[in-house]
Nanobody
Framework: QVQLVESGGGLVQAGGSLRLSCAAS????????MGWFRQAPGKEREFVAA???????YYSDSVKRRFTISGDNARNTVYLQMNSLIPEDTAVYYC??????????????????WGQGTQVTVSS
């Protein structure tokens, strides 16, 4: 059974940092694209960042230079280091896996597997 389990969310003040983790299990993810998405109340789920296990990374403009995605292939774990957090970053953050790797890293429908999400709240 494929599982993606996020952890590391919480409440932080503006300017602070959090590191999210996503532990993947149930199949081999070494050829997948792994992504982070987020969904704020009343808004659509949006792309945050993605990583190919080769090391290539992609970011949305809103988090570029503040967030860093990384992966530990041996542990099947993906991380999202979030620095300089702002209230607009408040959302539920989801980890996702794209086994097809067709290059549409920011497209939700490309991702077949999703975690349950972890809440990140940034206070002003």
């Amino acid at each position: 059974q494929v599982q993606l389990v996020e952890s590391g969310g919480g409440l932080v003040q503006a300017g602070g940092s959090l590191r999210l983790s996503c532990a993947a299990s149930g199949r081999t993810f070494s050829n997948d694209v792994m992504g982070w998405f987020r969904q704020a109340p009343g808004k659509e789920r949006e792309f945050v960042a993605a990583i190919i296990w080769s090391g290539l990374t992609y970011y949305s403009d809103s988090v570029k230079r503040r967030f860093t995605i990384s992966g530990d292939n041996a542990r099947n774990t993906v991380y999202l280091q979030m620095n300089s957090l702002i209230p607009e970053d408040t959302a539920v953050y989801y980890c996702a896996a794209d086994p097809n790797s067709r290059g549409y890293y920011s497209t939700l429908s490309e991702y077949d597997y999703w975690g349950q999400g972890t809440q990140v709240t940034v206070s002003s």
